[in-house]
């Protein structure tokens, strides 16, 4: 059963930063795309940014150039890196796979201040 842990999560002025962790097990991390999913309140998760096995990533345009995505094998651990966090950033992350899982982490949440 894979299981992810996401942390990091904490209420920011606009402008700030944040650095998200995802600590991942039951599952061979390496091998998998994996990515960070935002939801917004009555919407469905939908990711932002995703990094393949080989270290290449991918944003939404929303996030891009603000976002950044990166991987620990070594520690089953997917980060998020976001600067210049908007108020429009106030959601929930997930991190899981590329397609994702059937089962989610708690996620952890972001909120920023105007």
């Known amino acids: 059963q894979v299981q992810f842990v996401e942390s990091g999560g904490a209420l920011v002025q606009s402008g700030g930063s944040l650095r998200l962790s995802c600590v991942v097990s039951?599952?061979?991390?390496?091998?998998?795309?994996m990515a960070w999913y935002r939801q917004f309140p009555g919407k469905p998760r939908r990711w932002v940014a995703k990094?393949?096995?080989?270290?290449?990533?991918d944003y939404t345009e929303d996030v891009k150039g603000r976002f950044t995505i990166s991987r620990d094998n070594a520690k089953n651990t997917l980060i998020l890196e976001m600067n210049s966090l908007q108020p429009a950033d106030t959601a929930d992350y997930y991190c899981n796979t590329i397609p994702s899982q059937t089962d989610w982490g708690q996620g952890t949440q972001v909120t920023v201040s105007s």
């Open positions: 990094i393949n096995p080989a270290d290449v990533t």
């Open positions: 039951g599952t061979m991390f390496s091998s998998y795309t």
